[in-house]
């Protein structure tokens, strides 16, 4: 069987979502995956980027990842998305691309892969579930398949976000525990994506 298609999808002003990316592309490459990284489009006006150093330093660093497209949803078995927490919400930027997906959905193209997602939060309940929750919206519509984390491996314990990996930016950048959750929550993606690709005919 070809192996598992993976696209990571992330948005990150300032890196903190970038370093899970990195880590999930970690955990679905060592689970067999084909793994693409894929950044969304930045859309925050230059007067606003300018007010955080950090956040120009970042789009600097990653000018080579290369910027996510539609043909990366319809390529992949298997989507993660990884976003900062803006009001409890998904980033406008991540929000941005999913709005331009609606002639793959038409074509029932979005249907039937499996999809994930993750987030940093500046504060700690700052809104890391209902950003969860609300790309789990977009999920249903699409008819996906939503595998989250849930308590299913010791690294959840430590880590106590069953709906996806999640970091407090505010405590600084990610750790050992939500790297290595991220790193599951990719291997677990990619084993249901697999077995659910070895039990569909080939196309
Ligand atoms: C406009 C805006 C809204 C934000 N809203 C929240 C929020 O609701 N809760 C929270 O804890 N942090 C909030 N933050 C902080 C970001 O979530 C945090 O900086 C981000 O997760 C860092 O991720 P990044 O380094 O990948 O950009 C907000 C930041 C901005 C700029």
Known sequence: MESV????IYYSSTGNVHALAR????????????VRLRR????????????????????????????ASVDDLAWA???????????????????AFIDATAGLWREGK?????????????????????TLL?????????????V????TDPIQFKLGNPYGTSHVAGDGPPDDVVLEAAR???RRVVDTAAALKAGRPAE
């Not at 979005?110 to 209902?130: I, M, N, P, R």
């Not at 609300?134 to 939503?146: K, V």
Request: a negative charge; proline letters at 7%; aromatic letters at 10%.
């Open 40 to 67: 969304v489009a930045e859309l925050a006006p230059p007067s606003t980027i300018g007010g955080n150093p950090a956040w120009g330093q970042h789009l600097q660093d990653t000018a080579n990842v290369t910027e």
């Open 134 to 146: 609300a790309l789990g919206n977009t999920f249903y519509h699409w008819g996906g398949i939503i």
């Open 110 to 130: 979005l249907a039937d892969k499996v999809y994930s997602a993750f987030t940093a939060s500046g504060t700690a309940h700052g809104g890391q579930e209902s």
């Open 148 to 151: 989250p984390p849930g308590y």
């Open 23 to 34: 880590a999930a592309v970690e955990g679905a490459e060592k689970a067999g995956a084909e």
């Open 184 to 186: 599951f929550q990719a």
């Open 77 to 95: 078995d298997a989507v993660l998305f990884g976003t900062p927490t803006r009001y409890g919400s998904p980033a406008s930027q991540l929000r």
């Open 5 to 8: 298609k993976v696209a990571i």
